[in-house]
């Protein structure tokens, strides 16, 4: 992507602390956008801040809660009172709980939906209202492989997720018309801990060869929201190493 295409945009990532968000959000600033990471940890979010001010780029940090509706309506009353526009939403943030579905509590399954899916949807929302004021933008939604596949106690995980994927191409058609695009990212197996620490077999069942990293996260959110790019709308994008492609038989 040639810099200038972001310099004068804005761009917020949610979920920025750290893993995948943290990336996104240091990728968008190389790339000239001004950006805007928000996270619910503040010690995570202010190490994020601090990395890209480092190299010499643009940031606003806010500590929130997106799955609390009220810091949503704040946070997007502040962007339009301070920036007065926003080109780029990557809807990151998000958590799952790992337990048996006899024994998830209806609090955590609420908690986890609230989150991710909630979250997504009235982030969208309300970026959309700023989007088509000035023109249109792009919302990048960060689903899983998990939406897709399953491990064994993942219920509420995998249902927030597989509905990022249906709201995904709601929006991208309710909102078509304002020339803002939605689309949805599944990552698989994103490696943000110590890369190095991976084994070779753990590399080696993937087809790609490789465990991923955040950076391949980011290159395909830049990609979908590259301006030149605004046919590729309502469409999910597998990046996992074609591990949803293999099929795996006991031995």
Not at 18 to 27: E, H
């Amino acid at each position: 992507m040639n810099e200038a295409r972001l310099n004068g945009r804005i761009a917020l990532i949610t979920g920025a602390g750290a893993g995948i968000g943290r990336v996104l959000a240091q990728s968008y600033a190389r790339e000239g956008a001004f950006v805007v990471a928000v996270d619910r940890n503040a010690e995570e979010l202010r190490r994020t801040e601090e990395l890209i001010k480092a190299e010499g780029f643009q940031v606003g940090a806010l500590v929130m809660d997106i799955s609390k509706p009220e810091e949503i309506e704040q946070l997007f009353q502040s962007l339009k009172q301070r920036q007065g526009r926003l080109d780029v939403l990557v809807n990151n943030a998000g958590f799952g709980v790992r337990k048996s579905p006899y024994d998830l509590e209806l609090s955590e399954w609420d908690s986890v939906l609230n989150t991710n899916l909630r979250g997504t949807f009235l982030c969208s929302r309300e970026a959309a209202k700023l989007m088509r004021d000035n023109g249109g933008g792009s919302i990048v939604n960060i689903s899983s492989t998990r939406a897709l596949m399953s491990e064994a106690n993942s219920e509420a995980y995998a249902a927030s997720k597989g509905g990022i994927l249906s709201l995904t191409h709601a929006m991208a058609v309710s909102l078509g018309p304002d020339k803002i695009t939605v689309n949805a990212i599944c990552p698989g197996w994103i490696e943000t801990g110590d890369y190095d620490k991976l084994r070779t077999e753990d590399h080696a069942q993937h087809p790609s060869g490789r465990v991923g990293t955040p950076m391949d996260i980011a290159r395909a959110c830049l990609y979908l929201t590259d301006p030149r790019n605004d046919f590729i709308t309502g469409t999910q994008m597998i990046i996992d190493g074609g591990m949803t492609r293999r099929m795996i038989y006991e031995e």
